[in-house]
Structures are given as structure tokens and as C-alpha cells.
T-cell receptor
Framework: EAGVVQSPRYKIIEKKQPVAFWCNPISGHNTLYWYLQNLGQGPELLIRYENEEAVDDSQLPKDRFSAERLKGVDSTLKIQPAELGDSAVYLC???????????FGPGTRLTVL | DAKTTQPPSMDCAEGRAANLPCNHSTISGNEYVYWYRQIHSQGPQYIIHGLKNNETNEMASLIITEDRKSSTLILPHATLRDTAVYYCIVRSSSNDYKLSFGAGTTVTVRA
């Protein structure tokens, strides 16, 4: 069974540029999460989707970050414009439902110059 | 949410058991103890979880004290591939089953 797929794996951009990350969850998983992981720290939740509905986006910096999960399957996370402090690993995870085991993708490592 | 406390790092000899402690003294009755690990350059991986009773699966064993204020994750025969950051997390319906990762314990298995 395929796991959570994320692309790209690495991205280097200059500050003020836009960037987008893509996630394909495990088939049949209704719940999808985006996490941010800074160097040396544990992941922090940015947003959680139940199907296509964002049910917890309290930690998403809405001035520059946006996310969508059209049709309740794939999801994209966008940053516009990127700042130096956005350099981090962006992880996507999915689970059957909100209390299920979360399966994580490999993450996208973003470097903002 | 109940908070967890873990040692920042520990070493373990290959082939020996690795015992990873976690303190969660403010845990409430409906909160589960979860363990995840994160190998370098990979996403976190689920290991095991429990409520009151000890649990065992193919990866590890989880020992929860009777008062539930602490637990120990046991890797019975550590290998070099077990080198990772291990996260102990308390999870429940009261916080919408969120996984709140702390800094974890960096476990280094040495040959």
C-alpha cells in the first residue's frame, strides 16, 4: 500500500516568492493534516481537514499561508509571500478519521534565501 | 492537555534493550499515551499506544505505571536503524485527538 506522498521533497526560493506544496494522502483516509517542523523541534499542527472541510486552522498564519483540499483527497499548502523564517520542513499526514493513527509523508524541506 | 517530559537524549548498545522513560503526571482518565519516532529526514512513524494496560506489538512494548503518571517504551533488541527521535504524546478526545509533539528523546544506538 502506498504511503502519504508529498512533493516536492526539497524547495529553495528567494524571500517574497510564492511556494506551494502538494500532498496525496493514503487512499480512503478522510482526515488530512499539515504540520510545520522547525530544526530541532517536534512537528506543530498547521491545519486539519475532515474530508474537504478545514476543521482546525487555528495555527495557520492566514496572512500568508493558505491551504485547500478539493474533493477531499489531495491537498495543497501555499505560502505567499515566503519569508526567511518560513524555512522548515512541511509535513503532511493522514488518518482514517480524527482519532486514528496518523501516517506521515516524508515532508518538503523549504529553504528561503 | 497533559504535558509530557522526556530526557533530551540517551545512548543504547546495539542488541540490548532500550528503555525510554516519559513522565505525564497530569494525565487524565480518558487520555491515551502515544509513542511516535522520527528517523532522520523522514516523517514521524507511529509505534504504539495505550490507556492503562501494558501493550506490545512487533516494534515495541509500552509499560504504563498503575497511577498512569509515567510510562516506559521498551525496544527489546535495539538495532542501528532504531536511532531516531522518540516522541511521547498524550492524546484524547478533549483536545480533538491532537498530536502535540514536544522535543522528544534523541536515541542513538551504538554498535
Amino acid at each position: 500500500e502506498a504511503g502519504v506522498v508529498q512533493s516536492p521533497r526539497y524547495k529553495i526560493i528567494e524571500k517574497k516568492q510564492p511556494v506551494a506544496f502538494w500532498c496525496n494522502p493514503i487512499s480512503g483516509h478522510n482526515t488530512l493534516y499539515w504540520y510545520l517542523q522547525n530544526l530541532g523541534q517536534g512537528p506543530e499542527l498547521l491545519i486539519r481537514y475532515e474530508n474537504e472541510e478545514a476543521v482546525d486552522d487555528s495555527q495557520l498564519p492566514k496572512d500568508r499561508f493558505s491551504a485547500e483540499r478539493l474533493k477531499g483527497v489531495d491537498s495543497t499548502l501555499k505560502i505567499q509571500p515566503a519569508e526567511l523564517g518560513d524555512s522548515a520542513v512541511y509535513l503532511c499526514a493522514s488518518s482514517l478519521d480524527r482519532d486514528g493513527e496518523q501516517f506521515f509523508g516524508p515532508g518538503t524541506r523549504l529553504t528561503v534565501l | 492537555d497533559a504535558k509530557t517530559t522526556q530526557p533530551p537524549s540517551m545512548d543504547c548498545a546495539e542488541g540490548r534493550a532500550a528503555n525510554l522513560p516519559c513522565n505525564h503526571s497530569t494525565i487524565s482518565g480518558n487520555e491515551y499515551v502515544y509513542w511516535y519516532r522520527q528517523i532522520h529526514s523522514q516523517g514521524p512513524q507511529y509505534i504504539i499506544h495505550g490507556l492503562k494496560n501494558n501493550e506490545t506489538n512487533e516494534m515495541a512494548s509500552l509499560i504504563i505505571t498503575e497511577d498512569r503518571k509515567s510510562s516506559t517504551l521498551i525496544l527489546p533488541h535495539a538495532t542501528l536503524r532504531d536511532t531516531a527521535v522518540y516522541y511521547c504524546i498524550v492524546r484524547s478526545s478533549s483536545n480533538d485527538y491532537k498530536l502535540s509533539f514536544g522535543a522528544g528523546t534523541t536515541v542513538t544506538v551504538r554498535a
